[in-house]
């Protein structure tokens, strides 16, 4: 395995690497996410992810849009059932209410 220590570490080299990213890969095993800030500064910055459900991915999640997942949705991962169970919810309530402004 290759590793790379980056001396200096700064916001400046920070943007850089991010601007220069294409794909965020982020493949933890899952329950060993850490609190995911990298990817979060990738997605703010338009960097699509390809990551396991887990940690932040978990909420910043909708795939083929935000990214993709790998692999399937680990059954341990209450966090990500209760995310889901909201996001539906509110999906469902946004689909109401636009079908109500139409009629």
Same mark, same amino acid.
């Given at each position: 395995m290759?590793?790379?220590? @980056?001396?200096?570490?700064?916001?400046?080299?920070?943007?850089k690497? /991010?601007a220069g990213?294409d794909?965020?890969?982020? /493949?933890?095993?899952?329950?060993?996410?850490?609190?995911?800030?990298?990817?979060?500064?990738?997605a @703010?910055? &338009?960097?699509?992810s @390809?990551?396991?459900?887990?940690?932040?991915?978990v909420? &910043?999640?909708?795939e083929?849009?935000?990214?993709?997942?790998i692999?399937? @949705?680990?059954?341990?991962?209450?966090?990500?059932?209760?995310q889901r169970?909201?996001?539906?919810?509110a999906?469902?309530?946004?689909? /109401?209410?636009?079908?109500a402004?139409l009629?």
């Amino acid at each position: 395995m290759h590793t790379v220590f @980056l001396d200096n570490y700064n916001m400046e080299v920070g943007g850089k690497i /991010t601007a220069g990213v294409d794909l965020w890969l982020n /493949t933890p095993q899952f329950p060993l996410e850490a609190s995911g800030t990298s990817g979060m500064k990738a997605a @703010l910055n &338009g960097v699509p992810s @390809l990551s396991i459900l887990d940690g932040w991915w978990v909420e &910043g999640h909708i795939e083929g849009v935000t990214g993709w997942s790998i692999g399937e @949705l680990h059954r341990g991962n209450r966090r990500f059932n209760r995310q889901r169970r909201r996001s539906r919810i509110a999906l469902s309530q946004t689909r /109401t209410h636009h079908s109500a402004a139409l009629l």
